[in-house]
Nanobody
């Protein structure tokens, strides 16, 4: 069973930075594309960043491009999200997951508890 444990969230002022971490198990991590998603109150979960198995392909939506950077450490089964120039609209619970399809960003069934990011104005 896939297990995902996110950490690193917190309260930060607008313009600040945070680095999120995700520990993954129960999947063949080194050959699995990984991604970060977020869900704000009253909104659907949305895609934030993706990285292929080797780290050579990265994908971001326009809303975070240039501010967020995804990375991974296959030796530690970890994926990270460096978030800079944070804005109040980035406030959400952030989740990581493995991708079963890069194009559609379809994920594994199981989700972790997420980590809360709150950006104050």
């Amino acid at each position: 069973q896939v297990q995902l444990v996110e950490s690193g969230g917190g309260l930060v002022q607008a313009g600040g930075s945070l680095r999120l971490s995700c520990a993954a198990s129960g999947l063949t991590f080194s050959s699995t594309a990984m991604a970060w998603f977020r869900q704000a109150p009253g909104k659907e979960r949305e895609f934030v960043a993706a990285i292929n198995w080797s780290g050579s392909w990265l994908n971001y939506p326009e809303s975070v491009k240039g501010r967020f950077t995804i990375s991974r450490d296959n030796d530690k089964n970890m994926v990270y999200l460096q978030m800079n120039s944070l804005q109040p609209e980035d406030t959400a619970v952030y989740y990581c997951n493995g991708l079963t399809d890069w194009g559609t960003k379809k994920t594994y069934k199981y989700w972790g508890q997420g980590t809360q990011v709150t950006v104050s104005s």
